[in-house]
């Protein structure tokens, strides 16, 4: 059981990856719960993110085609305090946080990198790719199971397993 807020558009640099366990279920088990809690009520979950230890944070990134904003963080943050008091998933206090994906959002799945296709990106990989872990270009698409970038008019596909963080560069 946790200690909940909610928080509207926000940038977070921290995130839990990987098939880890977090506490009594699986990484895909959490979220899987999740994206059906949150599609029910109409939006989509973009990221989560889990933070253990003394100040343990659970943070889940939320998103509609019509945008986010605070109304719908706390519609959010109450249903799924909700679920995860009854299914206490976790097994230890923790605090929820519900945000935006902000405007340098994370790209995570398949059909992130299809819908914000023609974006600057910030694409660090988990290994070297022609010498290079960091990229920064045009977001062409994603051809299953890779991404494909253009940088000075050359294409680069970058398997999507070895993406270790993606990020849309905001326009201001």
Known sequence: M???VAVAADEH???FAGAIDVGQVSREQLI??????IGQLGYELTDLELHTGANAMLRLFIDSPE??????CEKVSR???????VEDPLGYEYTLEVLSPGLNRRLVKPAHFERFAGER????LKRLLEGRRNFTAELIGYLEPNVLLREDQSDILVPLQEIDTARIVPKY
């Open 121 to 124: 990106v910030k694409v660090k």
């Open 13 to 15: 640099e921290f995130w």
């Open 32 to 37: 899987g719960m999740l994206e059906s809690a």
């Open 67 to 72: 945008g986010i904003k605070l109304e719908d």
């Open 2 to 4: 946790g200690q909940f």
């Open 79 to 85: 249903q799924v305090s909700a679920l995860l008091d």
